[in-house]
């Protein structure tokens, strides 16, 4: 059965409590359009008191450590993002891999960590702008996922339950340009076809992937209605509940 669109919002380094409003009105919101299925994955310290708050929509994290626990200055495990509250932890973000030098093997770690501890993953990939001007997007996004995807040996049954694909174009975040809906269709069908490769046809075809990259709510009915793409990730329109929840009903 086709899964719901995935509508995720990453709040990245923003919000203190007084955030909590917009999270009540998302999940408010998200309990009247059960079309979509909502999450947000706000800064740890937000996990806990928005997992307080929502009845509808799913918390995550943006990162996690892929120790259970340990001498991890500063680190978060998968297992207190569970303990949070958290349902699902983003992965492979470009903005870790460049902030912080995470390398696909890194990424795999922390994605068997957080399978580990219950968390579903969602686990992003894209290319640079030289990347895709020299031609190589698409090899570049497959063998960064090819390198950073867990292995699920004992789980075959539950992958696409377990795992979400973001597609996002590095020049595309917070840059307010977004790729072309044939990028978006070619890259998706890429990815799709890897995962059917990888996982079977019946687990393969079920993972969604979503695409992220300046999402609003002006392009993503659009954006949303590309073959494959079975999603968002959203990061500056998922600050205030209207523009997110505006993403969502275009869905
Ligand atoms: C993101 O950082 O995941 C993202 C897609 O950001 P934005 O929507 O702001 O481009």
């Given at each position: 059965?086709?899964?719901?669109?995935?509508?995720?919002?990453?709040?990245k380094?923003?919000?203190t409590?007084a955030?909590l409003?917009?999270?009540?009105?998302?999940?408010?919101?998200?309990?009247r359009?059960m079309?979509?299925?909502v999450a947000?994955?706000?800064?740890?310290t937000?996990?806990h008191p928005?997992h307080?708050?929502a009845?509808?929509i799913a918390?995550g994290?943006q990162?996690?450590?892929?120790?259970?626990s340990?001498a991890h200055?500063g680190?978060?495990s998968?297992a207190?993002?569970a303990?949070?509250?958290g349902?699902?932890?983003?992965?492979?973000h470009?903005e870790?891999?460049?902030n912080?030098?995470?390398?696909d093997?890194?990424?795999?770690?922390?994605?068997e960590a957080?399978?580990?501890?219950?968390?579903?993953?969602?686990?992003c990939c894209g290319?640079?702008?030289?990347?895709?001007?020299?031609?190589?997007?698409?090899?570049?996004v497959?063998?960064?996922?090819?390198?950073?995807?867990p292995d699920?040996?004992?789980?075959?049954e539950?992958?696409?339950?377990?795992l979400?694909?973001?597609?996002e174009?590095?020049?595309?975040i917070g840059?307010?340009?977004?790729a072309?809906?044939?990028?978006?269709?070619?890259?998706?069908?890429?990815?799709?076809a890897?995962?059917?490769?990888?996982y079977?046809?019946e687990?393969?075809?079920e993972?969604?992937?979503?695409?992220?990259?300046?999402?609003?709510?002006?392009?993503?009915?659009?954006?949303?209605a590309?073959?494959?793409?079975g999603?968002a990730?959203?990061g500056?329109?998922s600050?205030?509940?209207?523009?997110?929840m505006g993403?969502?009903?275009?869905a």
């Amino acid at each position: 059965m086709p899964k719901r669109p995935y509508i995720v919002g990453n709040w990245k380094m923003h919000g203190t409590r007084a955030m909590l409003s917009e999270a009540r009105t998302i999940d408010r919101a998200a309990q009247r359009h059960m079309k979509v299925e909502v999450a947000i994955a706000p800064p740890y310290t937000l996990i806990h008191p928005v997992h307080r708050e929502a009845e509808q929509i799913a918390v995550g994290a943006q990162d996690c450590h892929h120790e259970e626990s340990g001498a991890h200055t500063g680190d978060i495990s998968a297992a207190m993002v569970a303990d949070a509250g958290g349902k699902f932890v983003i992965l492979g973000h470009s903005e870790r891999r460049q902030n912080h030098s995470e390398t696909d093997a890194q990424i795999k770690l922390k994605a068997e960590a957080a399978l580990n501890a219950g968390l579903r993953i969602i686990l992003c990939c894209g290319e640079s702008d030289s990347t895709r001007e020299a031609g190589r997007a698409v090899s570049h996004v497959k063998k960064q996922l090819k390198a950073s995807l867990p292995d699920f040996a004992d789980t075959a049954e539950e992958i696409s339950e377990k795992l979400t694909v973001a597609y996002e174009p590095i020049w595309a975040i917070g840059t307010g340009k977004t790729a072309t809906l044939e990028d978006i269709a070619e890259m998706h069908a890429e990815i799709r076809a890897l995962l059917v490769s990888l996982y079977g046809e019946e687990q393969g075809a079920e993972v969604r992937i979503l695409y992220g990259g300046s999402v609003k709510p002006e392009n993503a009915s659009e954006i949303l209605a590309t073959a494959e793409v079975g999603g968002a990730l959203v990061g500056g329109a998922s600050l205030t509940a209207d523009s997110f929840m505006g993403i969502a009903l275009a869905a």
